[in-house]
């Protein structure tokens, strides 16, 4: 179910009202756990059984994990991460490594009919937190993770699994994160301003900004993209970059500003990434449920920087590698990950060695150096085919004589204008330049939804459903 | 600041409506493929109610365009998209004319479902603001870029003829499309298309519409490939042509595309008079001298 449907309006309604009411303070739980289990099914029903027996396993292994001795914890966690992990691997690159290792022709096809249930990647890395966590620890830690009862238990691990807000497309919770908030909330605990700035704010970057981008950018699609001059495919791929910005980032404040509608608070996803100066900052900035469970869950248990120089790289390279192919099963996606492991690791080398002034000028060219990287990059995630995104960068030398299409390039840089905006005010909100503000924040906001009622684009599923 | 938000927003909102709706009602603005699409089937569900010859098809024929006819149409999609369409509205057809190029591809549940959904078909039938065809940012960028051109061009008259298709790039276009004509389709596929069909197909024989398949030249290189052929077969053994009217595919070398499969506009003009000399030997409308002369 898409945030942006009509069935997704009818669905919050009813379950905001029954939340709150009196009489249903002791169901709080339920509701929201039957009606994140509605919001799974809605398009994908066969699947919603994984999704209880991911839970299922993820409580019966961590209550087990707190209820055994020393000797078992390990165990017990381990097989609890490893059925995780098989549960992806099976679902999700079941296609991949079947069709690298496995021959036969059925088999091949039975794999290839396997079905990849939406969220898979999300619901199964919490999974993983909710072992490691559990495993890692303290007495008193556990105790806000475990309850007592095994039924309360099974019962919070399902609501920390389908909570619908980040269910299919994060943010990736953290179970340390999110257990100790589960207590009955009030309507009066609710801060409306900010719920309404997060909802409006990401309902106008996914459904006004990416949804339009969404049409102009379809053409980056081989075999378009050969039709297309130098310039047009340069603007294309900067619109493309602030299309999938505002598809997530939209999709992420939409998802905090519900949960905060329930009293639940999510960490940021998404802290202004492209005014990132470095590779590091960028992913300090972007995706942050990932790389922080990333670094806490992969990096840091590989040794992270505490191993040498060289194992630091090799750390760094694996890390983005297995983070490339967290977002799909093609191998489009793992060069993706090594191509940011590579400019991570580049970077850690160099800087020590050629450190820049700190003045405007070169922070600016940082700057223009990393998004240009990370622009180029991300054809991988709409051209999985390699070959194509060769194609792609041969086009842009070639075609540098065709007559730039300059409607198109209006257009995309008039929908793109929306984000490059949105990183400006955060630069000068911060910066020691005063700037002053025009209107009263009330007149963007009326604006925004003046431009979601009358200009949303296409509605299309979210980038990040796919992963 | 929620309640002035949402004030001023109320304000602003009404303010575009009534400007629409008094100064530009019949106003269509579309910018990009999806919003063609949506503004030609948002136009023929609430205004073309004297249609009664509808042409549906992919972008192959979505340039057949006479005022005889209705043309649904869509760019990136199939004839099955147009019948969708016409299948939820209680039109009186006297000709339904039906692309065949294109029947391997499924309809778009998206697109039908933008259209159909009964809340959002009301509100945008009776709020013209709410058409695709009337987005702000839409009208904006067209006007303005409309004026640069203006102010550019100065008082000067120009015609634009129409850019010439560099020849390596056609190859280049030409080859991929003989590489997707030349992959067979599966036989499982090739069926539910033509079980699709067939209930369409039987629903507008009830609704007493003629049935018309047609199929569009393409390049001379992609007529007899695996593709083309096994649609073909499929077609006549589903519909036998002794039972059901065609206007069969002309010879292909006598056509120009733009990219192996899309007619140039001339190119459009010149099967439109051939398609027109067929439906008038079917039907009763008859323009083709007029369509000559263009």
Not at chain 1, 342 to 361: D, G, I, T, W
Not at chain 2, 54 to 81: K, Q
Not at chain 2, 181 to 203: C, D, G, I, W
Not at chain 2, 249 to 273: F, I, K, N, R
Request: net charge positive; hydrophobic share 45%; glycine share 4%.
């Amino acid at each position: 179910m898409l945030f942006t449907s009509f069935a997704f309006l009818v669905l919050f309604a009813i379950t905001f009202s029954l939340y709150y009411l009196p009489i249903a303070v002791n169901y709080q739980v339920p509701i929201l756990i039957i009606s994140s289990l509605i919001f799974y099914a809605y398009n994908q029903p066969e699947l919603l059984l994984l999704l209880l027996f991911s839970a299922f396993i993820n409580s019966i292994a961590s209550y087990l994990v707190v209820h055994s001795n020393l000797v078992h914890q390990k165990r017990i966690a381990t097989v609890g991460v490893v059925v995780n992990l098989g549960l992806l691997a099976f679902f999700k690159y079941g296609q991949l490594i079947g069709s690298f290792f496995i021959r036969p022709a059925t088999t091949e096809s039975f794999l290839l009919s396997v079905p990849l249930p939406i969220g898979i990647s999300f619901f199964t890395f919490e999974g993983i937190s909710l072992l490691v966590d559990v495993y890692r620890g303290n007495v008193d830690e556990r105790k806000h993770l475990v309850s007592p009862s095994v039924l309360d238990h099974c019962k919070r691990t399902l609501l920390f699994i389908s909570f619908f807000p980040h269910l299919i497309a994060g943010p990736i919770l953290k179970a340390h994160d999110f257990l100790p908030q589960i207590h009955v909330k009030t309507l009066g605990q609710i801060n409306v301003q900010r719920c309404f700035r997060l909802l409006v704010t990401g309902y106008f970057l996914k459904m006004v900004v990416a949804d339009n981008l969404k049409d102009f950018t379809f053409w980056i699609a081989y075999p378009y993209f050969q039709s297309y001059s130098s310039v047009n495919l340069l603007v294309m791929l900067f619109g493309y970059s602030c299309q999938i910005f505002a598809d997530f980032a939209g999709y992420s404040l939409i998802a905090i500003g519900l949960a905060s509608l329930f009293g639940y608070e999510f960490n940021p996803n998404f802290n202004f990434p492209y005014i990132a100066t470095s590779f590091k900052d960028f992913w300090k900035r972007w995706h942050i449920s990932l790389s922080t469970f990333l670094m806490e869950y992969l990096y840091i248990p590989l040794g992270g920087n505490r191993k040498g120089e060289l194992r630091t790289y090799l750390n760094l390279l694996i890390t983005m590698f297995l983070g490339g192919l967290w977002h799909g099963a093609a191998w489009s996606y793992a060069i993706w990950g090594l191509a940011h492991g590579l400019a991570l690791a580049v970077e850690r080398f160099l800087s020590p060695r050629f450190a820049l002034p700190n003045r405007a000028m070169f922070r600016f060219a940082s700057g223009a150096l990393v998004f240009g990287f990370v622009s180029l990059a991300w054809l991988l995630f709409k051209l999985p085919n390699f070959s194509h995104v060769m194609g792609y960068f041969s086009s842009i030398a070639k075609n540098k004589t065709m007559a730039p299409d300059f409607l198109q390039i209006f257009q995309i840089l008039l929908y793109s204008s929306p984000v490059v905006l949105y990183h400006a005010h955060y630069l000068f909100k911060y910066s020691q330049q005063r700037v002053q503000v025009v209107f009263p924040s009330y007149v963007y906001y009326a604006v925004m939804l003046f431009f979601i009622a009358l200009n949303s684009g296409n509605s299309g599923d979210f980038i990040y459903f796919q992963f | 600041m929620i309640a002035k938000a949402l004030f001023l927003f109320f304000v602003l909102v009404s303010l575009y409506c009534i400007s629409i709706q008094v100064v530009q009602p019949s106003l269509r603005i579309s910018l990009n493929q999806w919003q063609t699409n949506l503004v030609k089937a948002q136009n023929f569900l609430y205004t073309a109610d004297s249609c009664r010859n509808v042409v549906v098809g992919s972008s192959l024929s979505a340039r057949l365009d006479i005022p005889e006819l209705c043309n649904l149409s869509f760019v990136g999609l199939s004839a099955f998209d147009g019948m969708r369409m016409l299948q939820s509205t209680d039109y009186k057809l006297d000709t339904i004319y039906i692309e065949t190029n294109i029947l391997l591809r499924s309809e778009d549940e998206v697109f039908t479902a933008q259209l159909t959904n009964p809340f959002l078909f009301q509100a945008k039938k009776h709020i013209l603001a709410l058409r695709e065809g009337k987005q702000p940012l839409a009208i904006l960028i067209k006007e303005s870029y409309e004026g640069l051109q203006k102010l550019k061009r100065g008082n000067k008259k120009t015609v634009t003829a129409p850019a010439a298709v560099d020849p390596a790039l056609f190859d280049k276009l030409l080859a991929n499309q003989v590489l997707l004509y030349s992959t067979p389709p599966t036989n499982q596929a090739l069926n539910n298309s033509m079980v699709r069909l067939h209930a369409f197909v039987k629903e507008f024989e009830e609704r007493g519409a003629q049935v018309v398949f047609f199929e569009m030249p393409v390049h001379k290189k992609l007529c007899n490939l695996p593709v083309s052929i096994s649609l073909r077969e499929y077609m006549h053994k589903t519909f036998p042509p002794n039972r059901y009217n065609y206007i069969v595919q002309p010879d292909c070398g006598a056509y120009h595309t733009t990219d192996g499969v899309h007619l140039s506009e001339q190119e459009a003009l010149h099967y439109l008079a051939y398609f027109q000399r067929h439906c008038s030997r079917l039907t009763s409308f008859d323009s083709v001298n007029q369509l000559e002369n263009r």
